[in-house]
């Protein structure tokens, strides 16, 4: 008989335990709410100020950026040989100490070296293409003069009105004279004051440079323990269902980012020899300075290749304009190749991406970001693309939907 009032009692118990959760759940949830609204409506009323503060900070992280990037790029190549050397001897502890930093150099070696194969190739290449410029525009001067005089001296008309509008001209030397002065005078406080931008520019931007490589190599040598770190640090602020999500999301990105990077190197690779190969077929002059170009280019997806077929085109036309009109006709023939088989089969494949996304990606970015939203967002896409998947194929799942 008074088990029932105790029941009764304990029940309105628990219900007012749960309001007053409920209820402290939704304060959080409204205090928060607030503090945003007032953030934000100070951010629209100060937003020169805010802008400012964004710039300052963006100045201040950008060496750790540039190192970050740095970090990405040559983790692939080291990464690689690091598991190729000494992926076997590893375990021994001598051997286990010096593999991070002997990868590291050797991974900086072959970049150089890649750096220098394409300086010692371009160079020479320029040199000669400058002197045979030189030559055509000195062939093209006198044929020009010719040119002009055969067609203004056996027109009167022309050089009747030409002669007309040279003694219609009133000038005035004093005016000019002056003028001169007052653009030396201050010509040379802007040039002076240029040059002092322009080398300040140059030291910031080397600076930002050192720092962003020692950045690098600190993250590269200790990787494995900035990655405890940073697990450490996440598990003790956040819930461990979100943690794990943000580490699949991380492990994810890592795998797209580096995929993407060696293909689109590899798919450069491709392009600059198909190039060489075919204009030396063809007899077409500079094809080995026009296949490095194209094959640097070519690291802007899908677009980057249209700038060295204007290099290559300009080059080519100084010396026989029929045979720059026939490479761009094999151009746009290389290029259906390499944008309908190499690129999406390649890249595509190595991000997990289809052809229709790498190219909305590619335009998106584009417009948004220029070359670098090319670059970033083909790999973006892709991890949004595989996330959006994974949640679509979950659910169709959890609906027991099997026959689509």
Known sequence: MHNAPRSDHAGRSLKGRMCMDLNKKDMKNIMLLIVFAVLFYICVQKINSVA?????????????????????????????????????????????????????????????????IVLVVLIPEIGSTFVSLSRQIELAIPRMQSWFTENFQTNPLIEDQINNWFNSLELNWDQIIETGIDFLKNGAGNVLGTTFSVAMTLINSVMNFVIGFVFACYILLQKEKLSVQIRKVLYAFLPGKAVRQILKVASLSYRTFSNFVTGQCVEAVILGTMFFVV??????????????????????????????????????????????????????????????????????????????????????????????????????????????????????????????
Not at 67 to 72: C, D, E, N, V
Not at 100 to 106: A, K, M, T, Y
Not at 289 to 300: E, F, H, K, S
Not at 352 to 378: C, Q
């Open 52 to 116: 400012a503060g964004v710039v300052f900070v963006w100045h201040l992280v950008f060496p750790f950026i540039l190192g970050g990037a740095i970090a990405f790029i040559l983790n692939v190549p080291m990464h690689a040989l690091e598991k190729r050397i000494f992926g076997k001897l590893k375990e021994q502890g001598k051997v286990k100490k010096i593999a991070r930093p002997v990868s590291l150099i050797l991974s900086m070696l072959l970049v150089i070296v890649i750096f220098w």
């Open 279 to 404: 204009m030396s077929i063809l007899r077409f002059p500079y094809a080995l300075l026009v296949g490095v170009v194209i094959a640097c280019t070519a690291l802007i997806p899908i677009f980057g290749a249209f700038i060295g077929c204007v290099v290559g085109a300009f080059l080519i036309l100084v010396v026989n304009p029929m045979q720059a009109v026939a490479f761009v006709v094999v151009f746009l023939i290389l290029q259906q190749v390499e944008g309908n088989l190499i690129y999406p089969h390649v890249v595509g494949s190595s991000v997990g991406l289809p052809s229709i996304w790498v190219l909305v990606a590619v335009t998106v970015g584009g417009n948004l970001m220029g070359v670098v939203g090319m670059l970033v967002f083909i790999p973006l896409t892709s991890v949004l693309y595989a996330l959006f998947r994974q949640t679509v194929h979950k659910r169709l799942k959890e609906r027991k939907i099997h026959d689509i």
